[in-house]
C-alpha cells in the first residue's frame, strides 16, 4: 500500500529494480578490483563512466515510475497536490543534471 508521502511502492519493479542494482553494484566492484591490480587510468575512468551511465539510467527509470505513478496520483486529489508532485520531480531531476 502506498503511503501519502513517498507513493508507489516498488512491488511491480522490485526484482528488475534489484537486478539492475546488482549489476551496478558488480560494476563498482569491479572498478575496486581494477585499482586494487593497478589498472590502467583510462581504462579505469572508461568503467566509471558505464557505472555512471547505468546509475543515471536507473535513476530515469525511477523518475518515469514516479510521474506515471505518484504525479499522475496527486493530480487525481488536487491541483496542489500535483503542483507539489511536479515540484519534487523537477528538484530531483536538477539534482540528477548536476550529478
Sequence with gaps: MADEHHGHSYTANREAHQRRL?????QVRGLQRMVDEDAYCIDVL??????????????????EEHMAGCVVDA?????????????????????????
Design 46 to 63: 572508461t568503467q566509471v563512466s558505464a557505472a555512471t551511465r547505468a546509475l543515471q539510467a536507473f535513476a530515469l527509470e525511477l523518475l
Design 22 to 26: 546488482r549489476r551496478i553494484e558488480g
Design 75 to 99: 493530480a487525481r486529489q488536487s491541483d496542489d497536490a500535483a503542483a507539489a508532485k511536479v515540484r519534487e520531480a523537477a528538484d530531483a531531476i536538477a539534482r540528477l543534471v548536476k550529478s
